[in-house]
Structure formats: structure tokens, C-alpha cells
């Protein structure tokens, strides 16, 4: 099974700055099989991004995703108090359709 | 409006059974792949298994084939999952997920509900 390692496990970063995560596959899930989501305490996970840039419905244009190899990157360009959560990256090239370990996104 | 409502948890002892439930309703319940994710408690996502529209696929991933069955009544817009000989480990919350695109293979989930929790414990 394909393996995705994220990073890092949590960032500390204050409202208005940009962060960036990464996830990182152990083999090819091309360029275009990888998703992100956002968790919340007590609530289900949302799908941000599909297609590894492509934005879900209604998701702000502050969230962007990109590729380069088997390297992911989900940037939050100016963080608002309501993006402090954990991200996902999830693999679907191939089944099992695995996910990364998480990265906690906090307030500093 | 999307809604997917999970149903079915509880406590069951190691070796039993509990068989779950997602009531789906807002879209084409029969146009649809359908999957179950679930998350043991403070941990990460797990894909557990997923069926095509008319049931005749089902895949499900190693640690609970042979254990766990997915179907679905698209009459009653329902998904489920009958998990037997259940283990410690499958303690988590189970989520019912809409998976993209419709024609599968590659699933990415774009509705979730909001869980039911598995506990196994004697």
C-alpha cells in the first residue's frame, strides 16, 4: 500500500500568517490522485482539495494545492482563527485508499 | 442538501458483532460509489471499504476482509456495514462517505457523515 508521510506533525503559526504543509507519497500517485481535507475537533472530516489543486465547493481561494513528484504542498495563505485544525492528505491512485498521519495546525 | 446520518454503534465484547447503517438523502443515492472510513480514537483516517452503485464491486482493505461486508438497498438510500469477529482494534468511529468520481476506481470523499463510535471491549 502506498504510504504518505505529512509534515510537520504540528505547525504553530499566529492568525494572518501563511502556512504550508506537505505529504509526501512512498510511491507515484501521479500527479493528480491526491486529496486534502480539514478536521475539526468532534466533527467529520471536509474535503478541501481534490485532484491535488483543485478547490471543493465552496472552499475559500486562501486554501491552494500543488504538486511536484511524489511531493504535495496544501498552503493557507493568510490563516483565519477558523483554520486552526488537523489536515489529511489522502491517496487515490490506488486501493487502499490511504491517508497521511496528519499535521495539527495550531495557534501560537 | 447532502445529508448522510450513520447509525448502529455501540459497545460490543471482542469476537462479536454490530452490523452499521448510513441513511443517505439530498442527491442520487443509486448513482453514486459509497465507502466507510473510520478513526480509533486521537488517531488518523483509516479507508475501510467502499461498493459500486449496484453492489456487484465491493473492495475493502486487508485488515478486515473476511471479517467485515459492504452492502447497500438503494430502494432505502441506505449503506451498510456488517462487521463480525470483531477485534480491539476496530474500536474507532466509522464514517459513511460519498466518494468522487462517480465512475470509481480512484475515491476521494466529498460528504461525510458524522459518525457512529465502534467500541470493542469486554
Known amino acids: 500500500e502506498i504510504v504518505l508521510t505529512q509534515s510537520p506533525g504540528t505547525l504553530s503559526l499566529s492568525p494572518g500568517e501563511r502556512a504550508t504543509l506537505s505529504c509526501r507519497a512512498s510511491?507515484?500517485?501521479?500527479?493528480?490522485?491526491l486529496g486534502w481535507y480539514q478536521q475539526k475537533p468532534g466533527q467529520a472530516p471536509r474535503l478541501l482539495i481534490y485532484?491535488?489543486?483543485s478547490r471543493a465547493t465552496g472552499i475559500p481561494d486562501r486554501f491552494s494545492g500543488s504538486a511536484s513528484g511524489t511531493g504535495f504542498t496544501l498552503a493557507i495563505s493568510r490563516l483565519e482563527p477558523e483554520d486552526f485544525a488537523v489536515y489529511y492528505c489522502?491517496?487515490?491512485?490506488?486501493?487502499?485508499?490511504?491517508f497521511g498521519q496528519g499535521t495539527k495546525l495550531e495557534i501560537k | 442538501e447532502v445529508q448522510l446520518v450513520e447509525s448502529g454503534g455501540g459497545l460490543v465484547q471482542p469476537g462479536g458483532s454490530l452490523r452499521l447503517s448510513c441513511a443517505a438523502s439530498?442527491?442520487?443515492?443509486?448513482?453514486?460509489?459509497m465507502s466507510w472510513v473510520r478513526q480509533a480514537p486521537g488517531k488518523g483516517l483509516e479507508w475501510v471499504a467502499n461498493?459500486?452503485?449496484?453492489?456487484?464491486?465491493?473492495y475493502y482493505v486487508d485488515s478486515v476482509k473476511g471479517r467485515f461486508t459492504i452492502s447497500r438497498d438503494n430502494a432505502k438510500n441506505s449503506l451498510y456495514l456488517q462487521m463480525n469477529s470483531l477485534r480491539a482494534e476496530d474500536t474507532a468511529v466509522y464514517y459513511c462517505?460519498?466518494?468522487?468520481?462517480?465512475?470509481?476506481?480512484?475515491?476521494?470523499?466529498?460528504?461525510w457523515g458524522q459518525g457512529t463510535l465502534v467500541t470493542v471491549s469486554s
Open positions: 462517505a460519498r466518494d468522487l468520481p462517480p465512475y470509481g476506481g480512484n475515491s476521494y470523499f466529498d460528504y
Open positions: 439530498g442527491f442520487t443515492f443509486s448513482s453514486y460509489w
Open positions: 461498493i459500486k452503485q449496484d453492489g456487484s464491486e465491493k
Open positions: 510511491q507515484s500517485v501521479g500527479s493528480s490522485y
Open positions: 485532484g491535488a489543486s
Open positions: 489522502q491517496q487515490y491512485v490506488t486501493s487502499p485508499f490511504t
